[in-house]
């Protein structure tokens, strides 16, 4: 299957610094991808869709001031999360579909754990 | 919105017994249903993609059945081992994956 790459896996980060996630899609181009959340012991929650050349798409709820999300080519998507808190502190996992419609299976990245402090 | 229902939230069994878990999806409307492990801590593993025309898929111990109508999926895991225990994750895909909030199962030796 395809391979999407998440780096960096885990982050420890200072409150109120920021820091930027990547995505990369190593064998497809991807002009979508997806950046989920993830906190303890819950289930995996879309925050925005990434488009290549556009304006990202944010779900309800989600900050889109605060969480930065820049598709600069077919491959490569980025998150950054501005001015982190501790509340920010969660596993987040970019996916990517090589197609879009029936057929199209999601890959998922490694994941990012940010740990703010 | 799609709302997706995962039962049981927890799943105990001596090693060798089959398991089955379930996951209900609201707006029928998807491209496809797909069942993912994940491990404590870390990403997730595709385990089976089910299409919205098929009925079921199969691999090795695995098999999955999705009825579109009923707007149900059910991940049948044979003869479980203790490796099998973890997380296990339905997400319905209607352009965007909704995810259910998975079934943790522990296999006992």
């Known amino acids: 299957g395809a391979v999407v790459s998440q780096h960096p896996s885990r982050v420890i980060c200072k409150s109120g610094t920021s820091v930027k996630i990547e995505c990369r899609s190593l064998d497809f181009q991807a002009t979508t991808m997806f950046w989920y959340r993830q906190f303890p012991k819950q289930s995996l929650m879309l925050m925005a869709t990434s488009n290549e050349g556009s304006k990202a798409t944010y779900e309800q709820g989600v900050e889109k001031d605060k969480f930065l999300i820049n598709h600069a080519s077919l491959t490569l998507s980025t998150l950054t999360v501005t001015s982190a808190h501790p509340e920010d502190s969660s596993f987040y996992i970019c996916?990517?579909?090589?197609?879009?419609?029936?057929?199209?299976?999601?890959?998922f990245g490694q994941g990012t754990r940010l740990t703010v402090v | 919105k799609q709302e997706v229902t995962q039962i049981p939230a927890a799943l105990s069994v001596p090693e060798g017994e089959n398991l089955v878990l379930n996951c209900s999806f609201t707006?029928?409307?998807?491209?496809?249903l797909q069942w993912f492990r994940q491990d404590p801590g870390k990403g997730l593993t595709s385990l089976l993609l089910i299409q919205s025309s098929q009925r079921e898929q199969t691999s090795g111990r695995l098999n999955a059945s999705l009825d579109k109508s009923s707007g149900r999926s059910t991940l049948y895991i044979a003869a479980s081992q203790p490796g099998d225990s973890a997380t296990y994750l339905c997400?319905?895909?209607?352009?965007?994956?909704?995810f259910g909030a998975g079934t943790t199962v522990t296999v006992r030796a």
């Open positions: 997400a319905a895909n209607d352009y965007k994956l909704s």
């Open positions: 996916s990517a579909p090589p197609l879009v419609g029936e057929g199209t299976e999601a890959f």
């Open positions: 707006d029928s409307a998807i491209y496809n």
